[in-house]
């Protein structure tokens, strides 16, 4: 799920389908479950968890990449003219 919605923001220039808290909410949880598997010494915890903290980190910095970048392309020009 993740690396799909991250070629999706990487294809549309865009933040839009990838809410920050979403982002944000799976990094810390990824990274506390990582965390509790090395400190219990299970590899079945700390293996996939490792992999989704690398994944968010990846997810927030295309985040913050993508969401300078929209925001210097929609002040550029407006969506809608209007000639009143």
Do not use: C, W
């Amino acid at each position: 799920m993740q690396l799909e919605l991250q070629k999706l923001v990487i294809q549309t220039k865009s933040v839009e389908f990838m809410p920050f808290h979403l982002s944000l909410s799976t990094f810390l949880m990824s990274t506390s479950f990582f965390l509790y598997g090395l400190l219990n010494d299970d590899p079945f915890i700390y293996t996939p968890n490792g992999i989704g903290t690398i994944l968010a980190i990846v997810q927030l910095i295309l985040y913050f990449y993508y969401e300078n970048k929209s925001r210097a392309d929609a002040s550029a020009e407006p969506l809608v003219v209007s000639y009143t």
